[in-house]
């Protein structure tokens, strides 16, 4: 089956809500190119950011269906028909919103790199537990993700208050 969807030149994922090839349309991307790879040159959103390339440093985390996931790590043709969300289209979901609102006030970065990653990764945890989580567990979530510049304690405290807005969203909300 996934021999079948790599042959598959018509297959496609949504991203941000658009429907994308998965396949190559670039003979610059190779015969299996990576999701990070697709994403930045073919879909054009350069909020998937490279970094190690293999799944240590978290600049490529996208949502998969929901889940967050390293772009590096996966074949490109392995997301068709499904629904990939980036830190670009973030703000389609209620906590993604709060979470790029608490980041951008609370100046939560210094270079920025790494903050599309940490985004997806904090999105994904509030998600899951509707903001109910403690410091451990927070840091437990972001483990994965790099930050050269900040020493995680401004991020740290914009999670704390994210989770507390999104624990304070009305279930159905
Ligand atoms: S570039 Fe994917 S985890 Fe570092
Ligand atoms: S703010 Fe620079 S790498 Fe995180």
Redesign the pocket.
């Known amino acids: 089956m996934e021999d079948g969807m790599r042959r598959d030149m018509t297959a496609t994922m949504e991203v941000n809500g658009r429907a994308c090839p998965v396949a190559p349309l670039s003979p610059t991307l190779g015969a299996a190119p990576t999701l990070l790879d697709v994403l930045r040159e073919q879909v054009g959103d350069m909020s998937v950011k490279p970094g190690c390339r293999v799944g240590r440093c978290g600049g490529c985390m996208v949502l998969l269906d929901g889940q967050a996931i390293n772009a590096c790590l996966l074949p490109a043709y392995r997301a068709a028909g499904r629904s990939v969300i980036t830190a670009a289209g973030i703000e389609m979901l209620p906590e993604g919103a709060i979470v790029r609102e608490e980041l951008v006030q609370g100046n939560a970065?210094?270079?920025?790199?790494?903050?599309p990653g940490f985004v997806i990764a904090i999105t994904a945890l509030m998600r899951e537990t509707g903001g109910h989580v403690g410091r451990a567990q927070i840091r437990a979530a972001m483990s994965g993700n790099l930050?050269?510049?900040?020493g995680y304690a401004s991020i740290e405290r914009a999670v704390l208050r994210i989770a507390r807005r999104v624990a304070a969203i009305p279930a159905g909300g």
Do not use: E, P, S
């Open positions: 970065f210094q270079c920025g790199y790494c903050a930050c050269r510049c900040t």
